[in-house]
């Protein structure tokens, strides 16, 4: 499995393997404005954090490798990985990553692991800031189902609908994130 795209605010993101939304996040593409950019940065957090994923180094490549139960999350991991952003250890305590540049220290506080029943996964965190966070990714169907009435316009959730049916027809292994 690969990850080919991130959506965020109406638009889907290319991973293109040449470090575009690294830039898109930095604010550093013409195509995206400052909001959208904050926006893209919470996406690429969340999916550095919201893992069960133990970090490894490859002695032989001196690469971080990802071991855990979910292909996916690797694949994830590994997909963000081309735009400056890894996960680089792993205690039953605290969670240390690499992002955009910054070595960043999240104190895991709580985790809801991925079930077949809730179809979803969420972590709560302190961040470097001190803040109380709970990042939470799954299945499309069931995060769309706890969207907040009201909080998308009709014409963004036709798009992020349409959107989710496109990938859906990937056979590649494509993800779609809120």
Do not use: W
């Amino acid at each position: 499995m690969t990850l080919k795209y991130l959506y965020v605010d109406g638009t889907s993101y290319p991973e293109d393997g040449q470090g575009t939304i690294k830039a898109m996040a930095l604010g550093q593409h013409v195509s995206v404005d400052k909001q959208r950019a904050e926006h893209l940065r919470g996406l690429l957090r969340c999916l550095s954090v919201c893992h069960a994923v133990i970090p490894s180094l490859d002695e032989k490549t001196q690469k971080i490798l990802y071991e855990g139960d979910s292909p996916d999350e690797s694949a994830l991991l590994d997909g963000v990985r081309t735009n400056d952003i890894e996960v680089t250890g792993r205690t039953n305590r605290d969670l240390m990553i690499t992002f955009l540049g910054s070595k960043e220290t999240f104190q895991l506080l709580y985790t809801l692991e991925f079930s077949s029943a809730r179809k979803r996964m969420s972590v709560v965190v302190r961040t470097p800031e001190g803040q109380l966070v709970i990042f939470t990714k799954g299945a499309d169907n069931i995060i769309l189902e706890r969207i907040k009435k009201g909080s998308l316009s009709e014409g963004q959730l036709a798009h992020l609908n349409e959107t989710v049916e496109n990938f859906s027809r990937v056979r590649q292994g494509s993800f779609i994130y809120l």
